[in-house]
Nanobody, 125 residues
């Protein structure tokens, strides 16, 4: 399984960005793709996750109502649409994947065996 994250960049407070995570080698319909972020000096934080087959989604409390995760089956790509960005959203964003991750565990980085390389998002005030 390989993951390639892209779409990061610089944006002003209140702006929008869309991140992409291109996946390959997906092995089951119970595939879950998650987005995490890590700011300097902070622990990795759960952002959002989507189950490939059901499209069921889950969001971290800090991004609910502002971020939307979705997937394109034909392109094997997961997107993270980020609106109303704030300076505190500044971080390196990673996509990660795993099979059969139960819903209650989708917020835990250790449940995801596959990780992309990260893409930097900078939100200026």
């Amino acid at each position: 399984v390989q993951l390639q994250a892209s779409g990061g960049g610089w944006v002003q407070d209140g702006g929008s960005l869309r991140l992409s995570c291109a996946t390959s080698g997906r092995t089951s319909s119970n595939y879950v793709v998650g987005w995490f972020r890590q700011a300097p000096g902070k622990e990795r934080e759960f952002v959002a996750a989507i189950k490939w087959s059901s499209r069921h989604t889950r969001y971290g409390d800090s991004v609910k109502g502002r971020f939307t995760i979705s997937r394109d089956n034909a392109k094997n790509t997961v997107y993270l649409q980020m609106n109303s960005l704030k300076p505190e959203d500044t971080a390196v964003y990673y996509c990660a994947a795993g099979n059969s991750i139960i819903q209650s565990s989708q917020t835990m980085p250790a449940q995801y065996p596959y990780w992309g390389q990260g893409t930097l998002v900078t939100v200026s005030s």
